[in-house]
């Protein structure tokens, strides 16, 4: 009997919810086009406008934590967080976001500690740089993946203020970095590129750089000290190292040189989104949270207001998400449709790219976010 694979699938605020069904759209042809596969979606509303909407009782309904942790075989998130009329962001009276508490609940509670974020360039993608489009760097020169620890850093929960007669006088965030954090996260970028067997463009050699700010903070020297520890039980690894700082621009002039990439969590947040302009756009940028038994897969980009309700945003970061989400369940399940059918979405969107007619206004088009999803799944069906 075939295996139904559950899907929980929540879009989330603003263009969330216009890309995610185009990601659906892609998973459903995969499902007509490959016998053997049987998804279930389970949907959810979250973030900031669900919870406008009821009236600021729940980010998400109660129970959808509890679904995601027991039933899910994969979670399929859009984007988080949401705007006032007047700019500022929908937030809680202390401050906090709404709909943080669903992104950080999912990626520490289900403890999903590496973040997958692959950044590659498609043929026929152009750069917008400075108001024009134009070709600047070539495709097989940017394929890098980072892997960006996701549970800990500045991002743990270690927040403080000191409140001196309702005045915040001093806040302070503590960046934990654990050796328990680091090495799982350092030992996961060695073994996926070993896996991805790819090599960096510029010269073929399997290569994880080490991203750090080792020359001035003690948790990246751990973190260094830990990834050199690692390092020496991956002998065809070439080991390489980068202060943050630098490697913001030697991505940008030399991204060929780039195989693989670990690095703690803040620092990865802000190098995926520069990477993203390799990629020619934050609407090209996948990304997969995944721990030792859960996934949750979802474009890097927001929930872009500006751009919500108007069916105009790419949505191949969603597809492409989608894309990482079959690639990941289908090895975690030994599945080969699965494994087959992430292969047919990528080699869609890379056929669409290269055609040139289908693309979005942030490649240099006009199709609407609707025209790129039925062109997506209309292209897998036809393979
Ligand atoms: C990301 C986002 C989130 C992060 C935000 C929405 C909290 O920027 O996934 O990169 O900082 O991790
Ligand atoms: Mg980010």
Same mark, same amino acid.
């Given at each position: 009997m075939t295996k139904k694979y559950k899907i929980v699938v929540l879009p989330g605020d603003g263009i969330g919810q216009e890309v995610v069904p185009q990601a659906l759209k892609a998973l459903k042809a995969v499902e007509e086009k490959n016998k053997g596969i049987n998804f279930e979606f389970i949907e959810y509303p979250c973030g900031g406008q669900y919870w406008l909407k009821n009236g !600021? !009782?729940?980010?998400?309904?109660?129970?959808t934590y509890e679904v995601c942790q027991k039933e899910s075989d994969a979670i399929l998130l859009g984007a988080i967080g949401w705007t006032n009329p007047?700019?500022?962001?929908?937030?809680?009276?202390?401050? !906090?976001?709404?709909g943080l508490n669903i992104l950080f609940g999912l990626r520490f509670g289900l403890d999903l500690y590496a973040n997958i974020r692959p950044t590659k360039l498609y043929e026929g993608v152009p750069h917008k740089i400075s108001g024009e489009f134009r070709q600047i760097w070539k495709p097989e020169n940017v394929d890098f993946v980072v892997i960006r620890e996701n549970?800990?850093?500045?991002?743990?929960?270690?927040h403080g203020k000191l409140d001196r007669g309702g005045k915040v006088e001093i806040a302070t965030d503590t960046r934990l970095i654990t050796r328990k954090g680091s090495e799982r996260v350092i030992n996961f970028a060695f073994d996926y590129c070993t896996q991805r067997n790819k090599g960096s463009p510029s010269d073929g050699k399997l290569r994880v750089t080490c991203i750090d700010k080792s020359n001035v903070t003690a948790g990246c020297k751990l973190f260094r000290q830990i990834y050199q520890e690692i390092a020496k039980?991956?002998?065809e690894i070439e080991q390489d190292y980068a202060f943050i700082d630098a490697f913001t621009q030697w991505i940008i002039?030399?991204?060929?040189?780039?195989d693989v990439g670990v690095v703690p969590n803040m620092f990865g947040d802000i190098a995926t989104d520069l990477a993203a302009v390799l990629q020619g756009s934050m609407g090209m940028a996948a990304s997969g949270n995944v721990g030792d038994e859960k996934g949750m897969f979802e474009p890097i980009h927001g929930s872009a207001p500006r751009h919500a309700? !108007?069916?105009?945003?790419?949505p191949m970061a969603a597809i492409l998400s989608a894309h990482m989400l079959l690639d990941w369940l289908g090895n975690r399940n030994n599945d080969i449709n699965l494994k087959n059918g992430a292969k047919q979405v990528e080699r869609a969107i890379e056929e669409i790219l290269k055609e040139g007619k289908i693309k979005t206004y942030d490649l240099g088009g006009s199709s609407k976010t609707s025209e790129v999803g039925d062109a997506i799944a209309s292209r897998i069906k036809s393979f």
């Open positions: !600021k !009782k729940e980010e998400w309904p109660a129970e007047d700019g500022t962001t929908v937030s809680y009276p202390d401050g !906090k976001m709404v549970t800990e850093g500045l991002y743990s929960d270690t039980h991956y002998p002039r030399n991204p060929e040189w780039y309700g !108007k069916n105009e945003a790419n």
